[in-house]
Nanobody
Framework: QVQLVESGGGLVQPGGSLRLSCAAS????????MGWYRQAPGKGRGMVAL???????NYLDSVKGRFTISRDNAKNTVYLQMNSLKPEDTAVYYC??????WGQGTQVTVSS
């Protein structure tokens, strides 16, 4: 089993920045790919960014150039740096490991 705990969400004005963190514990040696997903009100959950154990990264097109995913294997933590935030980025953001384990989610609200 793998446990994931997110932190770093909050309320920010358009154009602002937030940094999300996800700490993994448990059977972490099994983890290959970690990622961030988000779910806006009334919409399904979708991929935002993925990073493999080998450092291969994928982004949702609408966040390219604004969001950066990174991984600190020594700390068993994955980060999502979000810059130039827009109101349409408002959602609950979830950390994921290997498309199997999920964190509890953290709310990100972009509003003036």
């Amino acid at each position: 089993q793998v446990q994931l705990v997110e932190s770093g969400g909050g309320l920010v004005q358009p154009g602002g920045s937030l940094r999300l963190s996800c700490a993994a514990s448990g059977s972490i040696f099994r983890i290959s790919t970690m990622g961030w997903y988000r779910q806006a009100p009334g919409k399904g959950r979708g991929m935002v960014a993925l990073i493999s154990s080998g450092g291969i990264i994928n982004y949702l097109d609408s966040v390219k150039g604004r969001f950066t995913i990174s991984r600190d294997n020594a700390k068993n933590t994955v980060y999502l740096q979000m810059n130039s935030l827009k109101p349409e980025d408002t959602a609950v953001y979830y950390c994921n490991a290997d498309l199997k384990y999920w964190g509890q989610g953290t709310q990100v609200t972009v509003s003036s």
